[in-house]
């Protein structure tokens, strides 16, 4: 056990436990069984509902019995995000859990202490029968990273609390009163595939930080599919080119810090979209060209991203089928490649073109770079009442090729408004974000808009409320004055640009008075996802203290 020496024991014998159960999203079941088992160990009410949320309840304690009930909510799947080449199967295999005795992280894999933190802290007080509490009613929802999709579908029938603290925050000392609302955008442009004649190679954007759309989306962090778009847009105004696959990002909420695209390298741009025009060069021109471009759109973005994330990388590979190792240029050192430079020796080896079918032809390349670079991203908008307050936002968290999607259609060349079918289509997912529904809604049909001048078709799923902030507040108030009383400082009260459940419960328990608070994390969504053991141990210490005084 690689946390069994950290305290509070009770809470990281459970996180341990966690991790070693595979719960990314759609991936649950196996985590919500356990939670169930453990209710049913301990002779706890239990309820499991066909989306695998989990609803568990415990009397109050000696004295508490009469008191109201209190709600502890959290959600069980994690966004599952693995470095590159890792050895890991996430839908299988446990996270490999390290520590230093300051914070916790998984080895090449993001950790989920979003929120299997809130899982720990619950099944540790369920556990105790030493922490003093009211009635409590453990609500722990599946799939709240790809829409909130357990809270969504969760029955409140046999909820009676109307004290609801949510444990998803990622800041300790700040409690959260308010959110936005989102949704996430679809779009899936048509493709073709045929047959052509060319050399393989792969550009990789990568060494980006990521991270959750929400939280920071304010820092301007570079997005890899985005800096992709941009990429295949410059490659085509000089080349001639055919996409064999396209991969970027690992959820719609998770800013991409990776895209990958296998390309064909087929001769030089036609005159139809192009720049340049001429006869068919040697490969070693044409990788020379294409590193050339990969360098320039580098350095662009980093002199556009400056300090705000500085590891971004392109590197440019050829995809050689012969017993010879790869070409492979990390174009950071690359000011320039002369088109007209040529090595015999070299030439004679990469000049044997493979006939390759399937390759999405270069016109369809140029529109869906086209699309990508015309798209906003990033803050649309900062919020006129809270200084710093991000209130629009959109990220695109998914760039990959998909088959049989289906949406809503408003074609240039459609008679009416109706459902598209396309037989295989670029997806580009996005997470969508704003505090004001109107001005969600109008960018939302911005991008409907955009998506149907490129004869795309789009769907909007997941679509979830913002919360409101409430005016009075009895359970604010109660935990502000303990967290000055425990720790003599006041506690900050804000609204977030991230998404929470609370909104949705608000809307299913009438009257409900909810917060949302949690432990120090950073970089969550990402494989640099860390979390603090002090404060993990400070915000148990704080939980268990308002449920002394609830």
């Known amino acids: ?235 085509t105004d000089a080349l001639e080119i055919g996409l064999i696959s396209l991969n970027g990002g690992v959820a719609d909420n998770a800013i991409a810090s990776d895209c990958e695209a296998e390309l064909l390298l087929m001769g030089l741009a036609s005159q139809t979209h192009g720049n340049i025009v001429g006869p068919d060069v040697s490969f070693f021109s044409l990788y020379g060209k294409l590193s050339s471009i990969a360098y320039k759109v580098e350095n662009d973005f980093k002199t556009e991203l400056g300090d705000r994330d500085p590891g971004l990388s392109i590197v440019v590979e050829e995809v050689f089928d012969s017993s010879l190792p790869p070409e492979k240029t990390d174009v950071s050192h690359m000011a320039s490649v002369n088109l007209d430079s040529s090595v015999d020796a070299f030439t004679e080896v990469h000049e044997k073109r493979e006939v390759i079918s399937g390759i999405i032809p270069c016109a369809q390349v140029i529109e869906l770079a086209r699309c990508i670079c015309a798209m906003p991203f990033g803050v649309q908008a900062m919020s006129d009442s809270i200084d710093g307050l991000v209130e629009t936002s959109l990220n695109l968290g998914i760039l990959k090729i998909v088959a049989n999607k289906s949406g809503a259609i408003e074609g240039k060349d459609a008679a009416s408004t109706g459902a598209g079918i396309v037989d295989e289509a670029f997806l580009l997912d996005y997470s969508v974000r704003s505090s004001i529904a109107p001005a969600k809604e109008a960018l939302l049909r911005k991008m409907e808009i955009i998506i149907e001048s490129f004869d795309g078709i789009h769907e909007t799923s997941g679509e979830y409320p913002g919360w409101a902030y409430r005016q009075d507040s009895v359970l604010r108030d109660k935990m502000v004055d303990v967290y000055k009383k425990l720790y003599k400082k006041d506690m900050r009260v804000e609204a977030i640009h991230a998404g929470l459940e609370c909104g949705l419960f608000s809307e299913k328990i009438e009257n409900l008075d909810c917060v949302s608070i949690g432990p120090d994390m950073q970089d969550i969504h990402s494989t640099g996802e860390k979390l603090s053991v002090a404060s993990a141990g400070r915000t148990f210490e704080y939980l268990c203290a308002v449920l002394k005084e609830l």
């Open 1 to 235: 056990m690689a946390l069994e020496k950290l305290k509070p024991a009770e809470v990281f014998k459970w996180f341990e436990e966690i991790c070693n159960i595979p719960h990314g999203s759609y991936n649950v079941k196996k985590i919500s069984n356990f939670l169930v088992k453990f209710a049913k160990d301990r002779n706890l009410y239990v309820r499991q509902d066909k989306e695998f949320n989990v609803v568990i309840k415990k009397p109050g304690t000696k004295g508490y019995e009469d008191h109201e009930p209190v709600i502890l909510q959290g959600h069980m799947d994690m966004v599952a995000v693995k470095e590159k080449g890792a050895k890991i199967d996430m839908a299988k295999d446990p996270l490999k859990v390290m520590t230093d005795g300051e914070f916790i992280w998984a080895e090449n894999t993001s950790l989920g202490g979003d929120d299997g933190i809130a899982v720990a802290y619950c099944l540790a007080i369920l556990d105790s029968d030493k922490i003093p509490h009211p009635p409590l009613e453990v609500i722990i929802t599946t799939n709240e990273e790809v829409g909130m999709d357990g809270a969504f579908a969760l029955d409140c029938h046999d909820i009676e609390g109307k004290r609801l603290i949510n444990i998803d925050n990622e800041e300790e000392g700040a409690m959260i009163v308010s959110c936005a609302g989102g949704a996430r955008f679809h779009g899936y442009l048509p493709l073709t595939r045929e047959n052509r004649s060319g050399i393989k190679v792969k550009i990789h954007v990568k060494g980006l930080k990521g991270g959750h759309s929400g939280e920071m989306i304010v820092k301007g962090r570079g997005n890899a599919n985005v800096i992709m778009g941009r990429l295949l847009l410059e490659i």
